[in-house]
């Protein structure tokens, strides 16, 4: 178990990391469950700033997953009644819970500039991106 500082400095380089290496991750952070007050909160991201730092469970996208615990892949952000739109330029999103001993904490979010440009590969490969930053809880 790291500290707070050390893991969030981790958790930046993962976002970083992502965001070089994938062409159409184009916004890459992470949001943290407050379950009191039914609230994500923006963690370490890369990617245009935002204003939406705080998001209500049921909220948008983040929100929504923070209730169902499921991956949720949108494929085309406009065919979204919840969605919390962050900037016109991004097209789609997914959003992959973070469990820490079976308890969703948060998430990772990765929005993109492309339409439908995420697989299940991708839902493989953030889940395990999020079993490794598990370990760090
Ligand atoms: N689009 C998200 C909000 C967070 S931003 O993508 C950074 C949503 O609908 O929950």
Known sequence: ?????ERDEKLLEICKLLNKEISYY???????ANHDTKTLHLG????AETDHTV???????CGQVAESNQNFVVRDVKTQDNYIACSFTVKSEIVIPLFVNGK???Q???DSHEIDPFTEA???FLEFVNEE?????
């Not at 178990?1 to 500082?5: D, K, T």
């Not at 930053?133 to 809880?137: C, E, G, I, R, W």
Request: glycine share 14%.
């Open 108 to 110: 990772i979010d990765i």
């Open 104 to 106: 969703n904490i948060g």
């Open 133 to 137: 930053v598990a370990k760090l809880f």
């Open 1 to 5: 178990v790291s500290s707070n500082l």
């Open 26 to 32: 184009n916004w890459v952070g992470f949001y943290f």
């Open 44 to 47: 370490p991201y890369v990617g």
């Open 122 to 124: 991708d839902e493989r």
């Open 55 to 61: 998001i209500p469970f049921g909220k948008g996208i």
